[in-house]
């Protein structure tokens, strides 16, 4: 299982070095929030990952938080399980951790699609409360608002 999480990992750094999130059916929208109109923890993770790659780490972030925070201990556990021996492939983790976690999911799922200030900086790009209230702007297009602060502007002649 450890294998076939790290390759599926692998295919999604190499299709975000490519591939821009939103603009091709090869990374897909999220289903649920298509579907429910909410966010779920995952909302945000392929653009954080494009984002990462792309050497945007607070534009990553605003994406969603949890996922880049959880991210070196997914890849510590993904070396740890590959790297390990094969006969000491018992890598455990107490149930209280697990636990704990998943109330953290929950927390931040229930939180981040609260549409207004603090909580709507937990959705997908950070969108402003007044936005997140109205509906207008959700998903990557505010995302281009982002990059745009993040580059200059072209000269004028």
């Known amino acids: ?13 190499a299709a975000v070095c490519f591939l821009e999130p939103g603009s091709t059916p090869f990374l897909p929208p999220c289903l649920f929030h298509l579907l429910t109109g909410f966010y779920c923890p995952g909302c945000g993770s392929t653009r954080m990952m494009y984002f990462l790659v792309h050497g945007h780490p607070y534009l990553a972030f605003r994406q969603n938080p949890l996922a880049l925070l959880t991210l070196p201990g997914v890849l510590y556990g993904l070396g740890r399980q590959i790297l ?3 006969r000491s492939l018992r ?7 697990v636990t704990a976690f998943l109330v953290v999911v929950v927390l931040f799922t229930v939180l981040r699609n609260i549409p207004y200030a603090p909580f709507s900086a ?22 281009a608002v982002s990059r ?5 502007p072209a000269p004028s002649l």
Request: aromatic share 8%; proline share 10%.
């Open 1 to 13: 299982m450890a294998y076939v999480t790290a390759l599926a990992l692998a295919a999604l750094v």
């Open 122 to 143: 937990l959705a997908p790009g950070g969108i402003p409360a007044q936005i997140g209230a109205q509906g207008e702007a959700r998903g990557f297009a505010v995302q």
């Open 84 to 86: 390990a021996h094969p």
């Open 148 to 152: 745009a602060e993040i580059q200059p």
């Open 91 to 97: 890598f455990r983790v107490h149930p209280g951790w």
